[in-house]
């Protein structure tokens, strides 16, 4: 069993940046692989990024256009979303979650079905 807890969102301005955090605990957090998701009203949950369990493999959303970066530290037990030039589309509730089985390929990583652990959510919201 695994807890995933997620901090860092706020309000940001366009054109701003802001990193979340996805503190893990439980029964041997590093052997999960973890996703960030973002969910928008109306809308369903879409996989942003992926990581595996020792950080070499990576996944992102196409339309992201290399304005995020995952990375986690898994002394500290933390993933990390770091997210740069961010826009009104941005906005919306993130979340993270972890799959023991990795992130599984590039064509399944998105998959929010895959993922057997979620934290709560944090909010981002971009304003002027």
């Known amino acids: 069993q695994l807890q995933l807890d997620e901090s860092g969102g706020g309000l940001v301005q366009p054109g701003g940046s802001v990193t979340l955090s996805c503190s893990v605990s439980?029964?041997?957090?590093?052997?999960?692989?973890i996703g960030w998701f973002r969910q928008t009203p109306g809308k369903e949950r879409e996989g942003l990024s992926c990581i595996n369990t020792s950080g070499a493999v990576t996944y992102y959303r196409n339309s992201l256009q290399g304005r995020f970066t995952v990375s986690r530290d898994n002394s500290a037990n933390t993933v990390y979303l770091q997210m740069n030039n961010l826009n009104f589309e941005d906005a919306g509730d993130y979340f993270c979650?972890?799959?023991?089985?990795?992130?599984?390929?590039?064509?399944?990583?998105?998959?929010?079905?895959?993922?057997?652990?979620w934290g709560k959510g944090t909010q981002v919201t971009v304003h002027l």
């Open positions: 439980g029964l041997s957090p590093e052997f999960y692989a």
């Open positions: 979650a972890a799959e023991r089985r990795g992130c599984s390929s590039e064509t399944s990583w998105f998959d929010p079905g895959r993922y057997a652990f």
